[in-house]
């Protein structure tokens, strides 16, 4: 005889990131009565920043599903109910009659209060730090911002302080960048970090920012613990120019919906929430023009114009690459091969670390575990 | 030294008056004219009293000084002066307090602005923006509530844009202004005291490009200005049933975005057309005709139009609630094309 109560499983709204306070059902995947492994792919979300997928947070029986596809769930809400199928109907409804959702507003006034300003020299920087332990520092890429660890800094937090910034001209940073070379990006984070008084830290770094952070590393190695590139550039020649040229100059729908689905492996990603949130940024006043100028310096005529092979060995070093990258091809990991631990991760593309969180985070947190 | 942020929001009304004084700071061919835009200036000790009649442009002749006129009632001679002055080389914007007066400068607008690019051969831009109230639901009676944004969208050689909350009434209006064309730029009233996030950074939205704001399967619903609220509310409801539905927000009447339209319904093959506008050649008669000429084979049922009647605004409180189209209306009018 089971544990009537015990065995129930609650399937809540996930939490993907800082600023996520609700999330709309797409699809289910599964139904009532359904059996389920644990990381199964359970029900398709979107947030007004991408889709993604929750998964089953345990191995189980589907026994009741709560969330209406279509329809809009704070954080935390219940979508769904698992539990061995020798429960009673009666003791699931009385779980879903008793369950208690946080409020959305207090979610809410807690995500606003998790962003922070930093002014550096001319330049205000907005980042988020949460967590305790070794500092962790996250390091976006071209055209990116900090919620690209969206599905990261939570469980990354769990063990570290982590800090995600939007680098300068990017996101709700100050549409400035005064150097806009590897080592004028390199300084700026440093003085970044003596700002809010971070010494030491471990750096992870995605594509452009991954270069940036092996650069840090080349430069100041005794205030770096360890180091994670993802899809990292620096490494290799080639880079997809035409996604490169598109994004620089995409200013409609049309032209990001033309370049946004090469970041990712499996183009359900981009939903028109995720295009109108880079077309939000892309919108103001000067991005294009900054965005023109960072890429003469680092990215032309399909070429790489920087090299951070020789800054892999300085500190314990991991790589990690989507197995199905569009923009920096994977094989560039073969540089790191014997001189960094290599993770192709499968199913992936350019985003690898918002495609496939869990295994991305794993591999982080196995890394910074052995610093 | 670091501090903690919140998102921003400003309100529609603080989002224009924004735009406007961050157009007028970055170019100094941009001036504006309106009654009592300056409020009272002239009267001593009154200047920037009133900042228009609903206090949109309060605070600007404060930071741009005479750039901003003052003009006597009398629409036909200060529209007029606006697209002189454009035709001459300047950026003004015109506030037209309510759509409903565009009656009697209408020479001045589409016998004159629309067609100056046309009849001298392209050689000659009119990059005026004319801002105006629409819309009802403020018990402003039948001579300050119509929505007559299908009347300027008939006009070859106008833009019209009509923006649906504070984030797009800042990034279209920015558009609007460095848009060489005339453009009837049209705030919903009822939009002017509801608040969104708006980045404090200029921003522009390209005119001609609508919005996909709520994603969905089974039905499409198209619509401009407040109406996209009422229609989020109806898809939220119909979710609750089990029916997704595409909201669509087509932000420019003209130009017209019909593809994103075209493209919603090939996906969900039913199509209910909203406007505040009264029925008859509205806009939501304008997308019924283009979408059943260009996509009839993707439709499996009828379209449907949710329009305010074709009556007047009634001045009775109760009256004018039931003329605006509600969001209960669209519920019924997306469950009817799948009967």
Redesign the interface.
């Known amino acids: 005889m089971v544990d009537q109560e015990s065995s129930i499983v609650p399937i809540v709204m996930p939490k993907w990131g800082l600023s996520m306070t609700e999330g709309e059902i797409?699809e289910w995947m599964t139904s009532e009565g359904e059996e389920v492994d644990a990381g199964d792919d359970i029900v398709d979300v979107?947030t007004d920043k991408i889709a993604g997928t929750a998964e089953a947070p345990a191995a189980g029986t589907i026994r009741r599903i709560v969330g209406?596809?279509?329809?809009?769930y704070p954080v935390g809400a219940l979508l769904a109910v698992m539990a061995d199928p020798s429960v009673d109907d009666s003791a699931i409804d009385r779980f879903v009659a008793e369950f208690v959702a946080p409020e959305p507003e207090e979610v809410g006034e807690e995500a606003?209060?998790l962003?922070?300003?930093?002014?550096v020299g001319e330049v205000n920087v907005?980042y988020s730090r949460v967590g305790e332990g070794p500092a962790v520092v996250l390091l976006h890429g071209f055209g990116g911002d900090l919620d690209n660890w969206l599905f990261n800094l939570d469980s990354l937090a769990e063990s570290n302080e982590v800090v995600a910034l939007d680098l300068p001209g990017h996101g709700?940073s100050s549409?400035a960048i005064s150097d806009p070379s590897i080592d004028g990006l390199a300084s700026f984070v440093w003085s970044f970090l003596d700002?809010?008084g971070v010494g030491t830290a471990a750096l992870i770094g995605h594509s452009m920012g991954g270069a940036v952070a092996a650069h840090m590393t080349g430069r100041q190695p005794d205030r770096v613990s360890g180091l994670v590139l993802i899809a990292p550039a620096g490494l290799g020649a080639e880079i997809n120019q035409s996604y490169i040229d598109g994004f620089v100059t995409a200013?409609?729908?049309?032209e990001m919906k033309a370049v946004a689905p090469l970041l990712f492996a499996d183009d359900a990603h981009v939903?028109?929430k995720l295009i109108?949130g880079l077309l939000?940024y892309k919108?103001?006043?000067?991005v294009i023009p900054l965005l023109s100028g960072l890429r003469d310096v680092w990215f032309t005529g399909g070429t790489q114009h920087v090299d951070v092979v020789a800054d892999l060995s300085v500190k314990p070093t991991a790589v990690i690459w989507g197995e199905q990258d569009q923009i920096i091809p994977a094989d560039h990991a073969s540089a790191a091969d014997g001189i960094a631990s290599v993770n192709v991760v499968t199913n992936a593309g350019h985003m690898v670390q918002m495609e496939q969180p869990r295994e991305v985070n794993e591999i982080i947190t196995g890394h910074l575990a052995s610093l | 030294?670091?501090?903690?942020?919140?998102?921003r929001s400003l309100t529609g009304r603080e989002a224009i008056n924004e735009a406007i004084d961050q157009e007028m700071a970055r170019d100094e061919t941009v001036i504006m004219m309106g009654e009592d835009i300056v409020g009272g200036a002239g009267s001593p000790g009154e200047e920037d009293a009133w900042g228009g009649v609903l206090g949109v442009t309060k605070g600007l002749y404060g930071k741009h000084g005479d750039r901003l006129m003052d003009t006597p009632l009398s629409e036909s001679a200060y529209i007029g002066a606006a697209i002189g002055a454009a035709a001459c080389g300047m950026r003004p914007i015109a506030e037209l307090m309510f759509i409903d007066f565009m009656g009697v400068c209408l020479d001045q607008i589409y016998n004159q602005a629309a067609k100056f690019r046309y009849m001298f051969g392209g050689k000659a831009e009119t990059p005026v923006v004319i801002r105006t109230m629409v819309g009802a639901g403020l018990r402003a009676a039948a001579q300050h509530s119509q929505m007559l944004t299908p009347v300027f969208t008939h006009f070859p050689g106008l833009k019209v844009v009509c923006p649906s909350n504070a984030y797009e009434l800042k990034?279209l209006l920015i558009e609007s202004i460095r848009d060489n064309d005339p453009v009837i730029f049209c705030e919903h009233k009822s939009l002017y005291d509801v608040a969104a996030e708006v980045?404090e950074?200029?921003?522009?939205?390209?005119l001609g490009?609508a919005?996909?704001?709520h994603?969905?399967n089974d039905a499409t619903i198209v619509t401009y200005g407040a109406m996209v609220n009422t229609a989020l509310d109806a898809?939220?409801t119909?979710?609750?049933d089990?029916?997704?539905?595409d909201v669509i927000d087509l932000r420019t009447l003209s130009p017209l975005d019909i593809d994103?339209v075209i493209e919603s319904v090939e996906k969900t093959g039913r199509l209910v057309c909203v406007d505040e506008a009264n029925p008859r050649c509205s806009i939501a008669a304008d997308v019924s005709a283009q979408v059943s000429q260009e996509a009839f084979g993707s439709l499996k049922s009828g379209i449907r139009m949710v329009t305010a009647p074709h009556t007047p605004v009634p001045f009775s409180p109760v009256l004018e609630d039931a003329y605006i189209p509600s969001a209960g209306a669209i519920v019924d009018a997306v469950r009817a094309t799948d009967s």
């Open positions: 797409v979107e209406e596809a279509g329809r809009s606003a209060a962003y922070s300003l930093a002014r907005r709700q549409l700002a809010i200013r409609s729908k049309r939903g028109p109108e939000r919108r103001m006043d000067g | 030294m670091t501090t903690a942020v919140a998102t990034g980045p950074a200029p921003y522009s939205i390209p490009e919005n996909v704001v994603e969905g898809a939220q119909l979710a609750a089990g029916i997704s539905t994103t």
